[in-house]
């Protein structure tokens, strides 16, 4: 895949079209259209376009062939025109048929929601794996799309559409993507089993993780950046990006901060999440978001200023459930209440603080309740280790951040906080308080 820069020299002028049906079969959990469209146009500036237009059709059910009708396509052909738009943007995924058939009806480049999202990460992928898993999530997404788009599969040029492999070959057969997909699958094993070592060496080290996970924008960047404050070691060199943009940040990032008492934790920062998220996007990254899974504490990261904010969170909460993590323990944290009357959110619930990032606002409540949780299975004591059993004191430090300690006559005086079953093992060496 070849480096890009995160935006054309040249916006796009972006034309969005969203499809309102009027039937009984929505969710509850389907976000309203008039907020929909306004995060499709988020997601259109988020890679690069400048939005010149939206139009929103009622309609009971999808087109097969056109999506919304001929007529209407028919119409946006002319709106397009003369709003000089170069390209339309759908608000749902369309199959290589419809793409086909509107564009040949409407002369101007066709992308669909998924594309649209799949450009984005192309644009923001950093490390290697993130790269690999957005190629993998394009390839998927285009496979059976082949035969429908026809010509769709040969654009050449820049622009929203054109990122990632599609670069490579412009005649790109079903076998080519085949190939590919399985080239890429075997490189991501090496890198999963790499990260699968680390991933053992911080369990040996017994230090808590803490998950970031939440909706996109929701402030869990600009979060990561003041817990990691807390730590001794902290630098600005080591904070992340920060940006009020849809995906601002893609690629997992771990870092260390402490808890009040001065113990250290890990923070894992994680993509997020938007509604009608690919599906093909969410099998490919669930390598990376596996590193919730190992997570000890969940700091489910929600925007309250957002009007959608419930449907937001619901989002979030179906892909843990996909991934199997729903029931982990969690900590809902209402970012962004600088910009809310301060009183209109309720008070003393528990499992949930109202924070301020960005202004530090409860940011000690937060501290307080992830070392409650995390703490809440573990026993701090003072050990005092005689000399001769000085192998429990490197066991110990092989398992637990230890710092506070001292060589006294009869021993070694540590305080540390074991597990449940350490706690009973060394129970014999705990000095009385």
């Known amino acids: ?189 090496l890198v999963r089993k790499n990260r699968e070592t680390q991933r053992i060496q911080r369990k040996k080290s017994k230090t808590p993780i803490v998950a970031l996970v939440g909706y996109t924008n929701a402030g869990k960047s600009t979060l990561l950046n003041e817990l990691i404050k807390t730590h001794k070691d902290y630098h600005q060199d080591k904070e992340v990006f920060q940006k009020n943009m849809l995906f601002a940040t893609l690629d997992v990032t771990l870092r260390k901060a402490s808890l009040p008492n001065k113990k250290e934790f890990l923070v894992v920062d994680t993509v997020g999440f938007v509604s009608k998220l690919p599906h093909d996007l969410i099998e490919a990254f669930k390598a990376t978001l596996e590193e919730v899974q190992y997570a000890d504490l969940i700091l489910h990261v929600i925007d309250a200023t957002n009007e959608s904010f419930e449907i937001q969170q619901k989002t979030t909460d179906k892909v843990l459930k996909e991934l199997d993590i729903q029931d982990k323990k969690q900590i809902l944290v209402y970012n962004k209440v600088d910009k809310l009357e301060l009183d209109i959110y309720p008070k003393n619930h528990p499992d949930v603080v109202y924070i301020s990032a960005r202004q530090g606002i409860n940011m000690d409540k937060l501290m307080n309740m992830i070392e409650e949780a995390l703490m809440d299975d573990m026993y701090e004591v003072n050990l005092l280790l005689p000399y001769d059993k000085a192998n429990i004191f490197s066991e110990l430090k092989n398992k637990y951040t230890i710092d506070d300690f001292e060589y006294v006559d009869s021993g070694i005086e540590v305080n540390v906080s074991l597990n449940e079953k350490d706690f009973y093992t060394y129970q014999s060496y705990i000095l009385e308080k």
Not at 26 to 32: A, E, F, G, L, P
């Open 1 to 189: 895949m070849e480096k890009m820069e995160l935006l054309e020299k040249e916006h796009e002028k972006a034309l969005l079209v969203g499809l309102n049906l009027t039937t009984n079969l929505k969710r509850s959990d389907d976000i309203d259209i008039n907020d929909s469209m306004k995060e499709l146009e988020e997601l259109a500036k988020a890679a690069g376009a400048e939005v010149v237009g939206s139009l929103i059709q009622n309609k009971q059910s999808i087109d097969a062939a056109f999506y919304m009708g001929k007529g209407k396509i028919e119409e946006i052909a002319a709106y397009s025109k003369s709003l000089d738009a170069t390209v339309i943007i759908f608000n749902d995924e369309l199959s290589g048929s419809q793409i086909r058939n509107i564009e040949d009806t409407v002369g101007v480049k066709i992308i669909d929601r998924t594309t649209l999202i799949l450009d984005i990460f192309a644009q923001r992928a950093m490390s290697k794996e993130g790269k690999l898993q957005v190629e993998l999530a394009q390839l998927r997404y285009r496979l059976p799309r082949l035969y429908g788009m026809g010509g769709q599969m040969s654009r050449t040029g820049a622009g929203i559409g054109t990122r990632g492999p599609g670069e490579q070959k412009l005649e790109v057969d079903k076998r080519h993507i085949l190939n590919r997909q399985s080239d890429i699958r075997k490189e991501l094993k």
